[in-house]
C-alpha cells in the first residue's frame, strides 16, 4: 500500500484494565484470526507493548480505514474488545511526512 502526505491511517491503543489478566486461550486465537484477516485486506501493524513508562499492559496497532466511523467498528468488532479486558482509544492520524515522498 502506497501512502501520501495527507492519508489517513488509524492508531489504536489497548490497555489492559487488569495486569494479572490478559487474553488468552481461544479469545486470543481469535483476535489474531481478526487482525490476520484484517493485515490480509490491507494495511495493518499491531503488536503488544515491549515497555511502557507508565507501567500499563497492552497493545497497539495502526490500520487503513475510510472513516473514524469505520475504524471504531473495526476496534468494536475485535474479540480482544469484547472480551472486556482492554480499554482501547481511537487516534486518527493526518500523514505530513511519509517515506519516498521527502523533498
Known sequence: ???????????RLNYRL??????????????LAYVNNLARKGFFLGGAFTSNRTGEAGSGN?????????AKKIVENDPITKTGLYRSEIFEWDLAVVHGDVD
Open 1 to 11: 500500500m502506497n501512502f501520501k502526505k495527507g492519508d489517513k491511517i488509524y492508531l
Open 62 to 70: 495502526q490500520f487503513v480505514a475510510e472513516n473514524y466511523e469505520e
Open 18 to 31: 487488569d495486569p494479572d489478566k490478559g487474553i488468552e486461550g481461544q479469545a486470543l486465537e481469535d483476535h
